[in-house]
């Protein structure tokens, strides 16, 4: 039986082959390609530097980011352009005692160290009884390309780690922490 689509004496095409792996690997190649955005940090190993899946995980990157971005654009255009301007938004939070808060800021601070040997810039360091919290960002000679937040906090038993990607203007952090009910980036006043 003859097929009108690939007829069977004519040798398959090479390219289509080649187009068909892309196909599969394009998902791998995306996470690839944000790893080398300069304002993103990897977060994968945090679990196993506090031994315990995190209680909040948040990652939106991609078109689900854009699907967000238009979302919003009828509530708050202005949210809207900001959210079209970022590549990823990456939040992870665990549980904190009291009793653990000194070993997590050790981990906290290891983290810091890390990033700043990157290049990434101190902007907030606050130590207060029971809280603990750094903000960084990484940034060239015309934009901030990206942001870390990593907050403590013994009183409200949580530790949470944020990673903002992309062009982020600091007079709208507060609009991206209302919108994905982050209280530690609303606060945030530049």
Known sequence: ?????????RPFPH????????????????????SQVPGYVDFSELTSQFGEAPTLEVNIKGQLLKLVAE???????ELADLLLELQAIQVRGYPLRRAQFRS??????????????????????L???G?????YVKQNATAIEGMVLLV?????????FI????????QEMGRIGSKFTTAQLEDITP
Do not use: H, K
Request: net charge negative; with cysteine; aromatic share 4%.
């Open 71 to 77: 979302a919003s654009r009828a509530d708050d255009p």
């Open 1 to 9: 039986m003859s097929n009108p689509i690939l007829p069977m004496n």
């Open 15 to 34: 390219w289509t082959i080649v187009l068909a792996c892309l196909a599969l690997i394009r998902p791998v190649l995306a996470q690839d390609e944000l």
């Open 131 to 135: 809280q603990y919290v750094d903000m």
């Open 152 to 160: 403590l906090d013994s009183e409200a038993g949580e530790t949470v």
């Open 127 to 129: 130590r207060d009884f």
């Open 163 to 170: 990673n903002i990607v992309g062009n982020i203007d600091p």
């Open 104 to 125: 997590m800021e050790r981990r906290s601070e290891i983290l810091a160290g890390q990033l700043e040997a990157d290049g990434w810039e101190t902007v907030v360091n």
